[in-house]
């Protein structure tokens, strides 16, 4: 049984103005509001993308309420389109590696790390491998910074879960609540 997702999108802050409620995938979200200054989701886990077509910055977002940009870890007002992250397992494992393509140190764990640091004496993560469950990978500790979705499967560089430097200083694993 898939598990339902619902997300609104408020133009103003603290869920004022008009709204879009959006249940399934939308890779343009222009046309039902200008820009977006609260979200509350009451089903299922999400990406928002500041640009259409699921590109540009990411911003994960469990059930809760968001009730300005900064709340979400927002650079602006700007939400363009949303997918709902479909997470079928319970179990969550990743490795992660101080080199690209699996090589030199690595650390196998499967919960969240809200400082990297703590387990990891490096600054950067250069590959991953998710072995179980959905992943984000956020620049600096705290959850704080910009925001990667790490699905299932080999990721043998940093560009290839969408950043530009492999910076990580915390990851939090992606629970449906």
Known sequence: MERIGKIFFYEDKNFQGRYYECSSDCPELSSHFSHCNSIRVEGGA????????FTGYQYVLMRGDYPD???????ND???SCRL????????RIR???RP???GQMIEFGEDMP???DRWRYREVHSAHVQDGIWVFYEHPNYRGRQYLL????????PEWGALHASVGSIRRVVDI
């Open 115 to 117: 400082n990297l640091l």
């Open 78 to 80: 700007t939400i363009r």
């Open 96 to 98: 992660i590696y101080e």
């Open 151 to 158: 699905e299932k499967g080999e990721y043998r560089r940093h």
């Open 46 to 53: 999400w990406v928002v993308y500041e640009r259409p077509n």
């Open 85 to 92: 992250i479909r997470n079928s397992s319970r179990m969550h």
């Open 101 to 103: 393509d699996f090589s």
């Open 69 to 75: 940009y900064q709340r979400w870890n927002g650079f």
